[in-house]
């Protein structure tokens, strides 16, 4: 009960944080002259995050704490001295799972489904960060489990790894704005910006499928999903396939899902059941409209191959819903 207690208050006093921090924010984008806050949106904001958290903590409660405790029972676990550089390492080792969390939540339309909601907003500011779907920490709609897994699995202690990732999250909150410019060259190059996550947040054709990293943008310029702010060119915010135009947090947090379900039931015939790469639709539509095979190849990791008939209702905003994987 003592511990349940303590976990409100820092809900509540985060919170808190987050509110007086958006209304600051909004002051200073009226006298920057820039949008400022949409009400409706902000409230719809603030509801999905509370949602998102519930089901989060339920969600490492049950599966990552019986995780942790069945590696514990079995003695599997490493016996690990805690020392400052022992925080910093996982902090930098969750960075990178979140990373790869993150892409595979672009690039896979199973995990765009709990994701989307994020993106499909038309402003950029603190609020947006809270935009989250409950649907989230569900293993069927991402691959957030390898956030948490590795490190229950090291039998590293789940209430540290848990707050230490809680500031990975806490970070990324403040990069989402429009308030903030360019900051110095050698933070830049490092860490994640402003600057570089509203690239990530547009949906021009340069700004696709780049700048995934949560804290440490190096991720992004060693796999080679970089873009510069000053490269990108006009950043209109939002998604341009079925953008959402309400404020109803139960259409923002399922109306992905719905659309997934009915794609699915637009297809007669399939030969394996996969995803698509969210940036790279129109290049997959072609071939998927004209009943025959198509193939494209991501940052020459992968390649992705159509082989499938389409029932003749298929919306074409509706990209490939059924794939093969293989080695480009």
Known sequence: MESMVHALLIMFSFGAFFIIAMWLENKVLIRQGKECYDLPETLANIVSSVLYKSADALYIIVFVGAMA????AHGLQLTIEYHWYTYVLIFIAQDFCFY????VAHKMRFAWVSHKIHHSSNHFNFGVALRQSLLAPIPLFSIGFIIWAPFA?????IATVA????????YQFWIHTRTVERLPKWFEAIFNTPSHHRVHHGYGEKQIDCNYAGVFIIWDRLFGTFVNERDAGEILYGVKTRPVHSHNVFVMVFEELFDLVKTFGATRTFVTCGTIPIGHRNEMIRAIQNDCD???????????SVSTRIGDGLNQNFAACFIHIHAA
């Open 69 to 72: 405790a069945w590696v514990q």
């Open 100 to 103: 790869l969390f993150h892409v």
């Open 153 to 157: 699995f090291l039998g590293l202690d």
């Open 163 to 170: 707050f230490i990732y809680e500031l990975n999250l806490f």
């Open 294 to 304: 198509g193939s494209l190849v991501l940052h020459d990791w992968f390649k992705i």
